[in-house]
């Protein structure tokens, strides 16, 4: 029973230490633990292909029984205390980072000129071997772990969210999987004998019980803030693996205006930041743009507001249309539309700004068919950063400045004379 014993206090040890990682992420963040399961990747694929020890009942790796079925159990606990979306991001890097070493490995035998130190002649066979395991194993573990999650989550629900028992029994029908779907890569590869199948089986579901109860313990009395997950319908977990996705989305969506499709203001408030109050590090001028349709209001009373909100989003449409890659353009509020534009001289800006204004007044037109025009204020920062007021309030300036002279003009930071207009 000493190899019995020394399996426990190693699974003991290793779940120790990467239980304490996964309680410090509070203050480093999970990158700690993530690099720790990596780094335990290689060594466990090392011993579960070469190490192996006879027990009573048969033949089997710690490298397969501790390391890996001990992996499997953090992903399951880190899922527990994150989501499925934080789960799947150090296996996608461990699938992605086998193959890079698969790949290496190929490249590397182009090599003709390699030269064999005493005693240390380099094993490229041996290097595809691991490699081979390497992805098929990586493979494995996202299907394992998404079944883990299902399995879990149901049981969870059946049992009455009792952990330990949910843990266990779902752990135990992934790793027998498990086993079954690795031996005949091991067996080719390695020429593992049958009774590894066997052994290293009945090694992993008494590896399941004691993860199990150690993930009873380390959320009973280690990790206790904070209210766990109810039960979820099945369904769900598949919707949780996109929960960055749809986060992303939404955070994109609630920056852009509904009728128009182009950005909001609360989007202008950011990129100004972003573009006007940090100092650009290409140096590039920025200049703001500000446009007003002309007699909109008239629009409005005279067409409806539905007639309205089409010139709106017409306008919207061209402004996009006409944009530089890289140009950005917002719905400030009303009738009014900015644009954001970088590498522009002044007087670059201001002739950008006029071919703007002839688009509109070119290509959107009321429902009663007459053209519509913007008038439009132009100023920049020309050193790439700048206040973002002082800027907003030139823009406006010129603005109001385009529709005294009597719309449909561009008036900029510049003598009468470079005012543009038709």
Known sequence: MGGVALLALQAIVYFGVMAALLRARRVYGVGLFVCALGVMHFLETYLAAVFFIELPFGLLSPGSTVLFSGKLMMFLLLYIREDAETVRQPIYGLFIGNLLLVVLALILRLHTTVVHLPGDAPN???????????????????????????LYENLARRLRRNVVLAAFLSAAAVLSFDQIAFYPALRLTSGVPFSALTGGWVAKIGAAALYSVLIGVYLRWIERDGQ??????????????????????????????????????????????????????????????MIDIDRFKAINDGLGHAAGDEVLRNVGKTLEANMRPGDLVFRYGGEEFALLLKGLSHTEALAFADRVRRAVASEVRAVDGASVTVSIGVA?????????????????QRLYEAKRRGRDRVVGDAPPRLTIAD
């Open 228 to 289: 766990r997950r109810g039960p979820r319908r099945l369904r769900d977990v598949f919707e949780t693996l996109t929960y960055r996705s749809r986060y992303e989305d939404l955070l994109r969506r609630s920056l852009i205006d509904e009728l128009t499709g182009v950005r909001n203001r609360s989007a202008f408030e950011q990129m100004c930041r972003d573009w006007l109050e940090r100092p650009s590090p290409d140096g590039q001028a920025v200049t703001l743009a």
């Open 124 to 150: 490229l066979q041996f290097v595809d071997q691991m490699g081979v395991l390497m992805v098929w194993g990586t493979l494995l573990l996202f299907i394992d772990c998404i079944a883990l999650i299902l």
């Open 380 to 396: 920049s920062s020309a050193f790439g950063g700048g206040n973002l007021r002082s800027l907003l309030d030139r823009a406006d």
